[in-house]
């Protein structure tokens, strides 16, 4: 059943600019029943689900407007569901200890209103499943075989209900979820650029940080033309919610002080651009606190990012320590048919 609160939301104009997502993310361990999952709307959680609690909540003050809704209950409802399918199809195939993941969702440019979806699934870490939303068809790039494959292949109303769900529910709820969080969503916050440098013989790093929203082109540029030669790194997030990212340039100094290089960052809030000096590199040998604080300050962020990403993962090793190896009896085939024919899948 579909959210009342969402559905009045259908029609109502946003004013956002560029590509926007919904993702969710599952996981679950073997040998027990720990499972849990997150929402991310435009790379902001807005809902968190674990099987102790069986419930699904909302992370964000917007969300809480229909916390109280039939859509938490459907949610649930989805989960629960697709935590008795990973035990029942894939762990009663697993010997040890495993992780399963699920990833899926859309993105929509409201700009130019291009869509893209995507559900897969993985086994350690690697790809496993992939549905191909043009064969219908699930794929497995890995060698070893599971029955899994087979009977999502053979389960053909629900490679039907995933293929309309993200095509077009996705996308449905992707405008409804950005509209009810338009005023925390639409935030802008101009990015910050600056030249980093280990010391004088070490790559120089383009380094932005503090930019909401996360769509970002940054470019180095040699002379006036774009370098290709260059080292993009990840996306990473900020704990106030504003994102970062580095850019790599590998030259030598002798180079960079005959030519005219520079980082160009476009942002929607504004576009910047750092010409490459002396004056405006901050290395290691400078003295001043914010230089080294910032050297520093970079990869203890990406390991926050990379602990934001596994935070789930290490919730479940935590309570697989705590919990014995219980495992559910396997759902009646009316709860696997209700979950495919859900009409909101988590």
Not at 31 to 59: C, H, R, W
Not at 187 to 210: D, E, F, R, Y
């Amino acid at each position: 059943m579909r959210s009342s609160v969402l559905l009045l939301l259908v029609g109502i104009s946003h004013a956002f600019a560029g590509k926007h997502s919904l993702k969710y993310f599952y996981t679950s361990m073997s040998g027990d029943e720990t499972f849990a999952a997150i929402g991310l709307v435009d790379d902001i959680q807005f809902m968190y689900f674990d099987i102790n609690t069986k419930k699904a909540s909302p992370k964000t003050e917007w969300v809480r407007e229909i916390e109280e809704s039939d859509y938490w209950k459907s949610q649930t409802h989805s989960l629960i569901d697709q935590h008795h399918w990973i035990l029942n199809n894939i762990w009663t195939e697993s010997a040890g200890e495993h992780t399963y993941q699920i990833t899926y969702g859309c993105e929509w440019n409201d700009e130019t209103g291009k869509t893209n979806a995507f559900r897969q699934h993985g086994y350690d870490g690697e790809d496993f499943l992939l549905l191909d939303l043009k064969s219908d068809k699930w794929i497995s790039p890995i060698k070893k075989e599971f029955k899994a494959k087979e009977r999502c292949n053979n389960a053909t109303i629900r490679v039907a209900y995933w293929k309309n769900y993200l095509k077009m529910d996705c996308i449905e709820t992707l405008k409804k979820l950005l509209t009810l969080g338009k005023s925390s969503l639409e935030k802008t916050v101009s990015p910050q650029v600056s030249l980093l440098q280990k010391n004088s013989s070490s790559p120089v790093l383009c380094h932005i940080t503090h930019f909401y929203p996360s769509n970002i082109t940054i470019t180095w540029m040699r002379n006036g033309q774009e370098l290709k030669n260059v080292k993009v790194g990840n996306l990473l997030p900020n704990e106030d919610g504003t994102f970062q990212k580095t850019v790599t340039l590998q030259t030598e100094a002798d180079e960079w002080r005959k030519n005219e290089f520079s980082c160009v960052v476009k942002h929607q809030s504004k576009t910047f651009r750092k010409t490459l000096t002396e004056k405006e590199i901050r290395t290691n040998n400078e003295t001043s606190a914010p230089v080294d604080m910032t050297v520093v300050v970079v990869p203890v962020v990406i390991l926050l990012s990379l602990l934001l990403i596994i935070a789930v993962i290490g919730y479940l090793v935590y309570q697989r320590k705590l919990k014995s190896g219980y495992v559910p009896a396997k759902p009646s085939p009316s709860e696997y048919e209700s979950s495919v024919q859900s009409s909101t899948e988590a």
